[in-house]
């Protein structure tokens, strides 16, 4: 996991409280990435960064947003948390180009449980 | 029907055996091919990388692309107990398009 971590690692919270997740990388990458990861779903892709400021959405947005103010940290954040946000959420990172773009580098995960 | 099918497992086999891990899909512009490995509690990493067809050594593990099947394979030769993990496939269908996952197969090595 070097270069990048997640914060916090364990939250345990309540359903409609508002929750972020922080992503911090020191590789100075442009692609940055959250997913969630559920049994017999693998990983799924929320919303992703192209560049300072530039997100989109990935397949399973709803419920989520994001911000990246600075090149080095992506947060997720649940304006109202839900049971079924209860997952693994996993940051990544990429570089540019035919081949990097493809090859994600993982955190190490942030396991969040909503009652 | 998922993009990306993986059968889940969990598969159990004795050291030194030989593992076939598989991926079938749907989707024929995907060209990049890969298999991440997963240790319990930990992110997923980067084991092999393909692009299009055909197969890729690095020592003990294979990767096999046929693209005419739409099916990719991951093999293990003498397997040994720190193998013990979730394999994770992914597909591209090439830059500025976004990895599909499969579910992910657990495998486990007894020793």
């Known amino acids: 996991d070097a270069g990048i971590t997640q914060s916090p690692r364990h939250k345990v919270t309540e359903t409609g409280t508002p929750v972020t997740l922080r992503c911090h990388q020191t590789?100075?990458?442009?692609?940055m990435y959250w997913y969630r990861q559920d049994p017999g779903h693998g990983l799924r892709l929320i919303h992703y960064?192209?560049?300072?400021?530039?997100?989109d959405k990935g397949e399973v947005s709803d419920g989520y947003s994001v911000s990246r103010s600075k090149t080095e940290d992506f947060l997720l954040t649940l304006e109202s948390a839900t049971s079924s946000q209860t997952s693994v959420y996993f940051c990544?990172?990429?570089?540019?180009?035919?081949?990097?773009?493809?090859?994600?580098?993982f955190g190490a995960g942030s396991r969040l449980t909503v009652l | 029907q998922k993009e990306v099918e993986q059968d889940p497992g969990p598969l159990s086999v004795p050291e030194g055996a030989i593992v076939s891990l598989n991926c079938t899909y749907s989707?024929?512009?995907?060209?990049?091919f890969m298999w991440y490995r997963q240790y319990s509690r930990k992110g997923p990493e980067l084991l092999m990388y393909?692009?299009?067809?055909g197969n890729k050594e690095d020592g003990r593990f294979t990767a096999q692309v046929d693209k005419s099947s739409k099916y990719i394979s991951l093999f293990i030769r003498d397997s040994q107990p720190s193998d013990s993990a979730t394999y994770l496939c992914?597909?591209?269908?090439?830059?500025?398009?976004?990895?599909?996952f499969g579910a992910g197969t657990i495998l486990r090595v007894k020793s």
């Open positions: 990544a990172i990429s570089g540019t180009g035919p081949r990097s773009d493809n090859v994600l580098t």
């Open positions: 590789e100075n990458h442009r692609y």
């Open positions: 960064s192209y560049g300072v400021k530039d997100t």
């Open positions: 989707n024929s512009a995907f060209q990049y």
């Open positions: 393909t692009y299009s067809s």
């Open positions: 992914a597909m591209s269908a090439g830059y500025g398009n976004k990895l599909v």
